[in-house]
């Protein structure tokens, strides 16, 4: 209790409730069960921030779909993205033959995603396409686009709902502002 007060202190603002990010959630299951009808769904989630939202993801997919787990950094504690993505951990099944869709927490600048869609892309998939709860546009440094995305939200940084800052406030069950002096 006293915790999780603590974490709180840390929020300026609630940007998105328990019962919104469900709403969200529920809607991109609804689209990707529709589109990836009869075809051969495999969900990659994007560790560590994508655990919570693939875990309600998954389970408001009404088709068949397989799951694996990729785990990466780009950040180390800062809230900038240092560009160089470092693969923590690899997948355990082959892509070829799968429609892939890459389940992701939030696409900022976009390097992350760029330089992983290249890696599987390699590995010859059937299909593949982004999925990000979060997208802020005005962060883009790279070209990437998310087929299925949550919010578009603007330049702030969040945390909550699988979001970290210095791998602290994931297991928020809402997505909040982190107050600036908490990273400043
Ligand atoms: P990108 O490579 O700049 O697009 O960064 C993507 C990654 O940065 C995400 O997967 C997150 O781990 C992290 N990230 C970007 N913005 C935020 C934020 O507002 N809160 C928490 N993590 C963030
Ligand atoms: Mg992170």
Redesign the pocket.
């Known amino acids: 209790m006293k915790e999780r007060l603590e974490m709180l202190e840390d929020i300026e603002d609630v940007l998105f409730t328990e019962r919104q990010i469900a709403v969200m959630v529920e809607r991109i299951g609804q689209e990707i069960s529709r589109d990836y009808k009869g075809k051969n769904l495999l969900l990659i989630s994007?560790l560590k921030?994508s655990v919570v939202f693939m875990a309600d993801l998954m389970r408001s997919i009404s088709i068949p779909a397989r799951i694996d787990f990729m785990a990466v950094s780009?950040?180390g504690s800062g809230v900038k993205?240092s560009g160089v993505v470092k693969i923590n951990m690899d997948l355990n099944l082959p892509l070829e033959g799968y429609d892939i869709v890459v389940v992701?927490?939030?696409?900022?600048?976009?390097?992350?995603?760029h330089y992983l869609m290249e890696l599987l892309e390699g590995r010859n998939p059937n299909s593949i396409r982004v999925c990000t709860l979060f997208d802020?546009p005005d962060r883009r440094e790279v070209d990437v686009q998310a087929s299925y995305v949550g919010s578009v939200i603007p330049d702030a940084?969040?945390?909550g709902y699988g979001?970290?800052?210095a791998e602290k406030y994931r297991n928020l069950p809402f997505v909040g502002v982190l107050k600036p002096q908490v990273y400043e």
């Open positions: 994007v921030g780009s950040y993205t992701e927490d939030i696409l900022d600048s976009g390097k992350t995603l802020k940084f969040i945390v979001l970290d800052y």
